[in-house]
Structure formats: C-alpha cells, structure tokens
C-alpha cells in the first residue's frame, strides 16, 4: 500500500478460486514511531520526601499497544497500558507514579 491516508483501513483482495470469484478482507493499522519518552526532572529530595514521577511519550499511534514501565533500577515500580484506549490517531501517553526517596536512592 502507498499513501496511506487513514489510521485504520480496510483492504479488499480478489482471487479466483476454480471458477468461483472470492473476497477476503483485512484490517490495516498505521503505527507511528515513537518519540523517545520524557521523563520529568525530579528535584533532590530528603529521605522520606514524597514526589510524583512523570513520563510522557508524544503522539503514539495506535495508543492501545503501549506500555510504560517506570524502574528504580532493577525494581519495577509501575507498569502501565493503554489498552482501553481505542483511537487509532495518535494520541499521548502519560503515566505518574507516587513514591517516597529512600537513603539508598541517588541520581
């Protein structure tokens, strides 16, 4: 397909089987590049000090196939996806997660 103008299209093939004419259908999704995603500064903080943690990625089409991980280190923290979301278009993810500095956090 060439100049795809629409997020989600349906296709139409044709072939001949025997002498019968058939049709099958298929759904075509665009996907768009990712944009590399932001994280939010976090200001230096004490230990016990509560912040929220921000991330996010612009214009992510189709959004319902993301998924955002925040890490401290090798700990997962949060795991978040989109799949409610059903627009095609591309869309902004965002993503927030609470958490409270430890003595051994740093950076």
């Known amino acids: 397909l060439l100049n795809v103008t629409t997020w989600t299209s349906n296709v139409l093939g044709f072939y001949t089987c025997g002498k019968e004419r058939k049709e099958v259908s298929t759904k075509v999704i665009v996907y768009s590049p990712l944009e590399p995603p932001v994280l939010e500064e976090v200001p230096q903080l004490a230990v016990g000090q509560s912040h929220f943690l921000t991330c996010r990625v612009a214009a992510v089409a189709p959004i319902r196939n993301l998924t955002v991980t925040l890490r401290r280190g090798a700990e997962v923290l ?9 627009q095609d278009e591309p869309q902004a993810g ?5 958490l409270t500095a430890q003595r051994q956090d740093h950076g």
Do not use: Y
């Open 78 to 86: 949060k795991v978040q996806t989109f799949q409610e979301l059903r």
């Open 94 to 98: 965002l993503v927030t997660h609470g």
